[in-house]
């Protein structure tokens, strides 16, 4: 966590009360969560505080809560989907007061961090036909790429709110620049897969767009991916269904 980011406590201390300015909770519900101490918050809490569009209190009254949800998120990426939302509404809608408090760059900061750890490493989570039966889905197999609903999540989200997409196309630059590292490699060819997919998806980038029809790129990408073993073994079935989606398997 930057610690600029901690500055808004000293600023905005712990509010006793919340105004509730759009009538979305009970008062016993807000007193029970301002009775919790800061490291009993959860995910459920935060999003109540931050939104996304119904915080429970001003800016001025939930501002220290920001930095707290950033650590939270960051500790708890296995819950992670349900509260980047909240946080990339918050930066949006009050970016403005977060650079009169001096920390929408730690704030930016904060958001690229998260989309730079959740891609640091490339884990595909196999379920083969009996791991299928056994969750109840009548699948012959599936396989799911920890952290992908998540980024796409978070990258849609910034579009959205809009005030920081600029750091959406960054990250995709970054990956494109993936250069000796085959786990920006296979994010890469995760994401281009991803923009046809059914349950979630990124969002629709000019720069993903070139790419799924570069198949230099393509290639290079898949190449680089295989080198690392857990990318290359951990399924025996991503790769040969993600190179025939991309239109590479011949090349």
């Not at 196999?126 to 012959?140: I, M, Q, S, T, Y």
């Not at 978070?154 to 993936?178: K, T």
């Amino acid at each position: 966590m930057t610690p600029d980011l901690f500055s808004l406590q000293g600023k905005h201390p712990r509010p006793q009360s919340l105004s509730d300015p759009f009538h979305d909770n009970t008062s016993d519900s807000l007193r029970q969560l301002l009775s919790k101490p800061d490291d009993a918050l959860r995910w459920c809490d935060f999003k109540i505080l931050l939104g996304p569009h119904l915080p429970a209190g001003t800016y001025d009254e939930v501002a220290y809560f920001l930095p707290l949800a950033f650590n939270w998120i960051r500790a708890n990426k296995g819950d992670a989907l349900d509260l980047c939302s909240s946080l990339v509404w918050f930066c949006s809608e009050y970016a403005n007061d977060l650079a009169s408090d001096g920390v929408l760059d730690s704030a930016r900061g904060e958001l690229r961090g998260l989309l730079r750890d959740w891609t640091a490493r490339f884990m595909i989570v196999h379920f083969d036909k009996p791991a299928c039966v056994a969750k109840g889905w009548r699948l012959e197999y599936l396989d799911l790429v920890d952290m992908s609903e998540t980024v796409c999540e978070m990258m849609c989200d910034l579009v959205e709110y809009a005030r920081h997409a600029d750091i959406v196309e960054q990250f995709v630059r970054d990956l494109m620049d993936f250069g000796t590292n085959p786990s920006a490699a296979a994010w890469l060819l995760e994401l281009i897969r991803s923009c046809e997919g059914v349950a979630y998806r990124p969002p629709l980038l000019p720069l993903l767009e070139e790419a799924s029809v570069d198949h230099r790129i393509l290639l290079t990408a898949y190449e680089l991916s295989q080198t690392h073993s857990e990318i290359r073994d951990s399924s025996p079935t991503y790769w040969r269904d993600t190179l025939c989606q991309l239109g590479i398997a011949q090349i």
